[in-house]
Nanobody, 120 residues
Framework: QVQVAEFGGGLVQPGGSLRLSCAAS????????MAWYRQVPDKQRELVAS???????VYADSVKGRFAISRDNAKNTLYLQMDSLKPEDTAVYYC??????????????WGQGTQVTVSS
């Protein structure tokens, strides 16, 4: 079982910045695929950004050029640097760890989420 926990949410003004962190347990963090998702009420959870264990990254079109995902394998930590924030970025942000159980089997572990509110 892998434990995942997010940190760093809060209230920020439009145009401001915020950095989210996600700590994941386990000695195999460097082999995890990691991702950030977000969700607003009455809508499906959507992918914000992901980073493969090999370092490849993927971003939602809505955050390209504003958000940056990164990881520190030595600290078992995933980051999301969010700049030029907009009110429409307001959501609960979730961290997901995609963990290998075997060569062909991967399990997803989610954190509890952290609220990000962009408002003046």
């Amino acid at each position: 079982q892998v434990q995942v926990a997010e940190f760093g949410g809060g209230l920020v003004q439009p145009g401001g910045s915020l950095r989210l962190s996600c700590a994941a347990s386990g000695s195999g963090f460097s082999n995890y695929n990691m991702a950030w998702y977000r969700q607003v009420p009455d809508k499906q959870r959507e992918l914000v950004a992901s980073i493969h264990f090999g370092g490849n990254t993927v971003y939602a079109d809505s955050v390209k050029g504003r958000f940056a995902i990164s990881r520190d394998n030595a600290k078992n930590t995933l980051y999301l640097q969010m700049d030029s924030l907009k009110p429409e970025d307001t959501a609960v942000y979730y961290c997901k760890a995609n963990v290998p159980r075997s060569v062909l089997q991967w399990d997803d572990y989610w954190g509890q989420g952290t609220q990000v509110t962009v408002s003046s």
